[in-house]
DNA sequence: TAGATTGTTAATCGATTAACAATC
DNA sequence: TAGATTGTTAATCGATTAACAATC
């Protein structure tokens, strides 16, 4: 309780430095310094070693920072040392897209189940897996230890499915639906909003146009 | 070019903003106070007020905002009052989705095209829009003013892919694939890393969980 | 040992919050 | 007019960058 909370700011940045540390894994790469990082990753070096130092000292002086060592390290950081069961609610389009992308898999995010509010879908599988009625879906999460689930449904729907998903003992809630969740601070809500996403891309390109017209 | 440039922090809230004035439109909601508003949307009212000033006083003191002028103005500033024509590269799941969802539509992207890598997907039709090959790509965006291109492709693909939208002449790229992309400044980039997102909340959930240990 | 590069402290910069005069 | 609430300046806080002593 004793260590200084890492700012958000850090751990924004955190799968990132991950991405590119097993990226240079795969190259073979076996050591790199901040300051080539750095140049890779366009931020400064100082910030790397910042942000490193937050959880301790991997490297070494005169010789950088092992490769395979940090990707490591950050992966435990990250909680990839163990696997993560997770549902998905939605059996929509982005459902099954998340739902049929193996690559989370690779990182030990393991699909136990999908789950959809329309009950003809009951029974339909995607890679295998099929599809379950909402009302199993409180006793679900206890009986198969479901961590995470994404949340892939309307945002009218949302509010209330996440209810559900807290009263069943959800640890984390990924949420794609257009609504922001206030929910109690023991459930971790990581939202993705496309719209927004897409919205800041517009702005971005109207506030370049309207620079260069001058 | 005077205008002192807008900060990201303000930029990636301008979206919310929108969002929820949205909602108090929908909801019928005449004038709200920044006050109001910071509890909605648990920030406080001295950043709202802040936000919006660096666009200009869309407020009255002793009234507050009028929810259908401020949500108007907000879309002017994000884009919002032309249509802009986006294409989606890559028909795969998550291509499908975002082809398939409907609400891009509502807020002026139009959905022109899709590509495909895979020639044998030519010709088959999503909403009403045929799968088009990669050859076209180039002179389609010239041809068809697409101001937009959405990359739901492997990460494998994706630079040599973002290499012919800039030289199509692409203003911006939404890019979903698992990479950075570094373009020339005129390229505007907005990355969605779902995979990104997942290790942040694995973190957090690891995080919560140490903490409450102790 | 000399050179390289970290870990870490100090300086700077920027973003958020607080306060309040202006004004509807 | 009195009350409410903005727009904006000033104060605070936090995050980033720079610098350098420690050390491999």
Redesign the pocket.
């Known amino acids: 309780m004793e260590d200084r909370e890492i700012?958000?700011?850090?751990i924004g940045r955190l799968p990132r430095y991950y991405r590119y540390l097993g990226e240079l894994l795969d190259e073979g790469v076996e050591r790199i310094?901040?300051?080539d990082l750095s140049k890779k990753m366009h931020?400064?070096?100082?910030?790397i070693?910042?942000d490193?130092?937050n959880f301790g000292?991997?490297?070494?002086?005169?010789?950088?920072?092992n490769v395979k060592y940090l990707h490591t390290e950050i992966g435990k950081i990250l909680g990839l040392s163990h696997t993560h069961n997770i549902i998905i609610i939605g059996a929509g389009n982005l459902g099954q897209a998340l739902a049929n992308y193996g690559g989370f898999e690779k990182s030990g995010f393991i699909l136990k189940g999908i789950f959809d509010v329309n009950p003809r879908l009951e029974g339909v599988t995607i890679r295998g897996i099929p599809i379950r009625r909402m009302d199993e879906l409180r006793s679900f999460i206890r009986h198969h230890e479901i961590e995470i689930a994404a949340l892939t449904i309307p945002k009218s729907k949302a509010v209330e499915v996440a209810d559900i998903l807290v009263e069943g003992g959800i640890q984390g809630i990924w949420n794609f639906a257009h609504t922001d969740l206030i929910l109690p601070e023991n459930v971790i809500v990581e939202s993705v909003h496309l719209a927004d996403s897409l919205l800041k891309l517009s702005y971005n390109i109207s506030s370049y146009n309207h620079e260069s017209e001058k």
């Open positions: 700012s958000r700011a850090v310094s901040s300051s931020v400064t070096a100082s910030q070693r910042q490193l130092n000292g991997f490297g070494q002086q005169g010789y950088g920072y």
